[in-house]
Nanobody, 128 residues
């Protein structure tokens, strides 16, 4: 049905920037809502940001609002996460995810179980 592949992770100092990419192997994902989640060691996977199929609508976790920007290019399709002013607490494995549904309630769209397509993840480490 298609795969999602993340790239762009790495080691960055606090206050630095990184851009993550998520390339989808199937054109069907251009009609899907896509999202970024992250998981730090010994913590649950948490919602970071999401974007609708057209790129017009976005939502962010409070912890990244104003620092992270999610965008997409449906020519790929490819989704991006531009991360700025990175903090040590942003350290995690970042996953991209996709779902055919667009939920309006945060209780749903922030839940990992509502996404049925996942990438393998890319490590982001923020450290001095």
């Amino acid at each position: 049905q298609g795969q999602l592949l993340e790239s762009g992770g790495g080691l960055v100092q606090p206050g630095g920037s990184l851009r993550l990419s998520c390339a989808a192997s199937a054109r069907t994902f251009s009609n899907f809502a896509m999202a970024w989640f992250r998981q730090a060691p010994e913590k649950e996977r948490e919602f970071v940001a999401r974007i609708n199929w057209s790129g017009v609508a976005t939502d962010y976790a409070d912890s990244v609002k104003g620092r992270f920007t999610i965008t997409r290019d449906n020519a790929g399709p490819t989704m991006y996460l531009q991360m700025s002013d990175l903090k040590v607490e942003d350290t995690a494995v970042y996953y991209c995810a996709a779902t055919a549904s667009w939920y309006t309630e945060p209780h749903f769209f922030q839940a990992a179980r509502k996404y049925n397509h996942w990438g393998q993840g890319t490590q982001v480490t923020v450290s001095s």
